[in-house]
Every structure is written in C-alpha cells, then in structure tokens.
C-alpha cells in the first residue's frame, strides 16, 4: 500500500495510511446520495456504514438497537429474585469492583432502589490492595452473614471459593468477564460473556448488563400492574462506564453513550455535576470528557485511596456530600499523577530496552503500586501498537494488569494461562485483563502470553502506522464541519474519531506553551487560517522541529474540535503528526 502523501516516515516516526480504494468509492456513493459532507462521508465510509443506512446512523435510537434483555440467560430469574427481595424488604448487598464500571454497576442498583422508595443496600468494594479484585472469602462470609441476597456487579464470574462462602445469603451476579467452562456456585449468573452464550452482546460493559437487568425488572413490573422508575435517566450512568471501560463503541453501545450524555447534560446527578465543577469542565461532556476527565477521577479511590469514593460519589444525591467526595478524589488524582509518571518512566525505558517488535510489550519493577500498572499498560500500548502488561513486583510474587488493542483477545489469553498453571490468577475481557505470577516463572509466562497473542496476530500491524480519513483545508474546518462530523459519533473503543491531514500549510506561529505542549496558527496561503495545538508535542521529535521549521511547509494530521473562549466557537487541529511538504 503506498504511503498517504508519500509519508512513509513523519516526524514522529510513522507511516502514513490513508482511504482504501473502496473505502474512497463508498465515500463518494455516499455524497452523490445523501446531502452529508464529503468529509463525513468519508468517516462513515471507514466506518463501514452503508449509503442507505447513512441517515439513521448519525441518529441512533435506544428503541431500534435496544436488545431483549431475556436474550442472556439468568436475567429473567435474577429481576425476579431483586424484585422478590424489594417487595419483601430484605436486607441487599451490592459487592463491586472498584473500577468506574462496577462504581456506576452499584450506583445504578443504588439509584433505582432509592426511586422506588426501597431501603438502601449495603456497598461493599474490596480493597486493591488489602483484598484484590472481585469477592473474597471472608467478605462474602460477613454479608451473608447480615443479608439476604448479594449482588455481585463487574465481578464474580469466575469466583468460585468466595461465592460458595456465602451460605444463607443467594448470590447473583451481573458481569461481564470472560466466563470460564463452569459457573460459580450463584442463584444466577448473567453475563454475555458467560461460555454458552452467543457473544453477540459481549461488547457490553457490566453498567450495561445492569441496565438490561433493570429493563426486564420494570416489565415483570409492569406484568404485575405496577411502575417502576425511568430508565432513561440512568443512562449517563451506563454512558460513563461503556466509555472508561473501553466498551466497543457500535451498536447499541453508540446509543447508550449518546443518550446518556444527553442525560448528563442535565446535571441532574449530584455526583457528576460535582465532579465536574473540581474539574473545571465548563461545557456539557463528550465522550471524550468520560474517558479522559471523570473516569480517570472516579478511578483515583480505587487505584491510590479509599475503593468506596468514586461509587459513593456516583450514587449520591446529596449535593454537600458529592461535593465533599469530588474534592477528595480530586487530591488523589492528583496523587495519583505523580504515581503513575514514576512507574510510566521506568516501564517505558525497560520495555523500550526489550523492544517494540514482539507480539507482547511488558515491564515488571519491585514495589510498582498496583493502582497504576493498568494506566501505564495502556500508554504503553499505544506507544507500540501492541498488548502491553505492566507488573509490579513484591514478595515472591507480581500482579499486574494488562491492556489490549482491537481484534487481540487479552482476557481470553490471560485465563488459559491461568488454567495451564503458568499464573496463579488471571482474567479479564478482550481489551484488558489482570493477573498474578510468581516472580520466579515471570518471563516464562510473559513468552509462554506473548506467544498465545502472536496466534491471534498481535504484532502483525506496523507499530507506525497512523490511519488517516482523507485531506481538508483550512477553509473548510468551520464549527458546523466538526457538528456533522460528530454526529458520527461517538468515538472511542472500536469506533476511532476522525483524522484529517491539513496539507502544505505554512506556519504563521508557533510557541511553546507550557512545559511540552505547543500553540500554532497555520496558513494555507490563500487567505484561511486554522488554530492548532500539539499536545505533549516536546515529547517527541515533533515540538522542536515545528518550533524552528524556519518557513518550511507542513503537512499536519490530527483531530478537529471546537475551541470555546469568550463566547466564540473557534475550530482548532489537535495535531498529532507531521511531515515535511515535499
């Protein structure tokens, strides 16, 4: 395939890909048809939307993507076994992980419980450190001890010991993790991930299989004459974990997080509007805001502080205490920043020293603190285009997590290592896993992993490659352009956001702005000018050469978005490249 523009090595180091041929046909079938923009034509092209079905796409609707929630097995027993609990009030446990899926997973139980005028349950989240992931033995032995049915959301699929702990208490379980070849010892196990199901809903995070068990919930109610709460405003709920927890972003997915930034924009959720303002996030979120600005925060209890906070904060309606909460995780983001930099520097130079080549990117180093080696893994997957797994080393044993990229099963690899006796613990889902191994078979089990995703064809994609959708001049980058183009949306897991090349521009300006970011304005020289900025730009080789490009013209690749100051929408380049023009 030949190089796009002729870029076979930009700035950064990076071939250039542009459209397919068909890809490029489809576009313009799709333009000729419709009155859609070429340029959106192309995403959604690249997207594989067909011509006839361009219109609904931009406009996903929860009622033509919404599955029958009785399509997985155990639903319809497990909302008769909540609903039967509600009625009689019994005493209800919810036992989550601490990540954003299970946080918001135990806030939407919380939320709908509280809007049917219910007792509120009791939250259990164990502690990263104290108790690992996913039930315990001795916990589930004190809940059931005071309860009369646990919920275990976002986890539970594959504990068996913990369930069976849980004597006098019924168990169900509402998860999404790979399902092994039996099932724990619960009333009811529904996860679409579970060994005999079809897999045609295993993109759904485990928030989502909450929801679908909400939704059979207000049915078996409405059979029985009465009204249960409105789902619709829960969904910004759904909307946050499908986008923290990398959830593919297709199907009814894309209608969860359209919807549920809808209902975001409300600012009904005392929990989120909190976090929000710490933030400083003066508009209505994008998805890119979940992922990147709230889910990180929500994350930061589990990973460096207290595993309560970020469900706590979630499930609240009490404006004082989410605020109180926000502030909190706001400190230990921070915290966790400093962290995270120290393992990511130490984990880039070593994996840098074993190479970029293989199938599996790793790194292991004594005493990593365990809340950050999954955020590490993911930079360094996307340094190197490949599954990455990050360890933090004590004792005679490492725990780790790891991160993967499309089309490479982690968890389903992770768990047959698990099975094999090669880790003592292991599993996960298809973009991220955990895992623990003993010091002494470390590099036996990161070959014995890299081998099993090499089989897969992880390592097969040029680590330098940067997919473009087409070329756009700076006249054409207005406000209404980057509206359409996100109608598309939204974009995250299996669904990348557009990316343009801004070709032969001139540089009118260009200034560092802080201590590795740079400001430009770019000139096409017919009188149209484009604000950019590059981000983390002096990380790389790319800051210093557009910093001195001496009058040099550019082609720039990057992401359009809209920059609000003052009242005024301005369309700026999110560069992520560049190469010499000509």
Not at 352 to 358: K, N, P, Q
Not at 396 to 414: P, Q
Request: one cysteine or more; proline letters at 5%.
């Amino acid at each position: 395939m030949t190089a796009y523009l002729g870029v076979e090595t930009s700035l950064t180091g990076r071939r250039w890909i542009g459209p397919g041929i068909e890809t490029g046909r489809q576009a313009e079938a799709m333009a000729q048809a419709t009155d859609l923009p070429p340029a959106l034509c192309q995403v959604l092209a690249r997207l594989g939307v067909p011509v006839e079905g361009a219109e609904s796409y931009l406009a996903p609707t929860l009622r033509d993507l919404m599955p029958d929630p009785r399509s997985l097995r155990d639903m319809e027993a497990t909302a008769a076994r909540f609903l039967a609990a509600v009625a009689g009030r019994e005493r209800i446990a919810v036992f989550a992980d601490y990540d954003v899926d299970g946080g918001a997973s135990a806030a939407l139980l919380i939320d709908w419980l509280r809007r049917m005028g219910a007792e509120r349950p009791t939250l259990y989240i164990p502690d990263r450190i104290d108790e690992g992931y996913g039930p315990n033995e001795p916990a589930m032995r004190d809940l059931a001890a005071g309860h009369d049915l646990i919920i275990c959301v976002d986890c539970g699929t594959l504990s068996f010991d913990a369930l069976a702990a849980a004597k006098g208490a019924d168990v169900v379980v509402l998860d999404h993790h790979l399902g092994g070849e039996t099932l724990p010892p619960a009333l009811a196990v529904v996860n679409p991930n579970r060994q005999d199901e079809s897999g045609d809903l295993g993109h759904l995070c485990a928030a989502a299989v909450v929801f679908l068990m909400l939704v059979e919930a207000g049915r078996q109610l409405r059979e029985a004459g009465r009204t249960g709460p409105d789902l619709m405003a829960l969904l910004d709920l759904v909307a946050l974990a499908t986008v923290a927890d990398v959830a593919p972003l297709t199907g009814v997915n894309r209608a969860f997080v359209r919807q549920g930034l809808t209902v975001m924009a409300r600012r009904a959720r005392a929990g989120l509007v909190a976090l929000s303002d710490v933030a400083r996030l003066d508009r209505a979120p994008a998805a890119y805001h979940l992922g990147f600005v709230l889910g990180p925060r929500i994350n930061a209890g589990g990973r460096i502080g207290q595993a309560d906070l970020g469900a706590r904060l979630l499930a609240t309606d009490d404006a004082g205490e989410a605020r109180a909460l926000a502030e909190r995780l706001e400190v230990l983001n921070e915290e966790r920043r400093v962290v995270e930099a120290e393992v990511r520097a130490a984990a880039l130079a070593q994996a840098e020293a074993r190479g970029f080549d293989a199938p599996l990117v790793w790194a292991a180093g004594e005493g990593w603190h365990p809340g950050v080696v999954g955020i590490v893994a993911s930079r360094l997957k996307e340094a190197a285009n490949r599954p990455a797994v990050v360890i933090g080393l004590e004792g005679n044993e490492g725990k780790g997590s790891g991160r993967s990229v499309a089309g490479v099963d982690l968890g389903a690899a992770v768990q047959r290592l698990a099975r094999e006796g090669v880790l003592l613990k292991g599993g996960g889902h298809k973009m991220a896993a955990g895992l623990t191994v003993a010091r002494d078979r470390l590099d036996e089990a990161m070959a014995r992993l890299g081998d099993l995703l090499a089989r897969q064809g992880a390592g097969a994609g040029g680590s330098a490659d940067l997919r473009l959708d087409g070329v756009l001049m700076p006249g054409a980058a207005t406000p209404e352009l980057v509206e359409r183009l996100e109608a598309a949306g939204p974009f995250g897991a299996g669904a990348q956001g557009p990316r343009f090349v801004i070709p032969d521009c001139r540089i009118g300006f260009a200034r560092a702005v802080g201590e590795t970011h740079l400001k430009l304005r770019l000139d096409d020289g017919l009188g149209a000018r484009l604000d950019a900025i590059a981000f983390g730009a002096f990380d790389s080789p790319l800051g210093p050469a557009l910093l001195a490009h001496g009058g040099a013209r550019f082609h720039l690749a990057g992401r359009l978005d809209i920059n609000h100051w003052g009242g005024r929408r301005t369309v700026q380049l999110r560069i992520e490249d560049a190469a010499p023009a000509g």
